[in-house]
């Protein structure tokens, strides 16, 4: 069974920091591109940060410097470390194998100003 799970989120004070994790099973996983996307309350998703099965690494303007996206091949699992993060980082996070329609189900992270 193909599955994404992210885990990880929560309630933070800003400038403080979170890491996500998402754990993937049913794929290739050391063979697939992998991304963070986010979606805050009527706002369209948007793609936060992506990493090759190479270990190219890609981020969103907003959060370059400040998070950043890893990869264990061996457990199958894709990071995203955030850092100094901001009330506007206030979103749903979701995993996704790039160029598929596999997305997690998303963990919310909560930024207090």
């Known amino acids: 069974q193909v599955q994404l799970v992210e885990s990880g989120g929560g309630l933070v004070q800003a400038g403080g920091s979170l890491r996500l994790s998402c754990e993937a099973s049913g794929i290739t996983f050391s063979f697939d591109d992998m991304a963070w996307y986010r979606q805050a309350p009527g706002n369209q998703r948007e793609l936060v940060a992506a990493i090759s099965r190479f270990g190219l690494k890609n981020y969103a303007g907003d959060v370059k410097g400040r998070f950043t996206i890893s990869r264990d091949n061996a457990k199958n699992t894709v990071y995203l470390q955030m850092n100094s993060l901001k009330p506007e980082d206030t979103a749903v996070y979701y995993c996704?194998?790039?160029?598929?329609?596999?997305w997690g189900r998303g963990t919310q992270v909560t930024v207090s100003s």
């Open positions: 996704n194998v790039i160029r598929t329609e596999l």
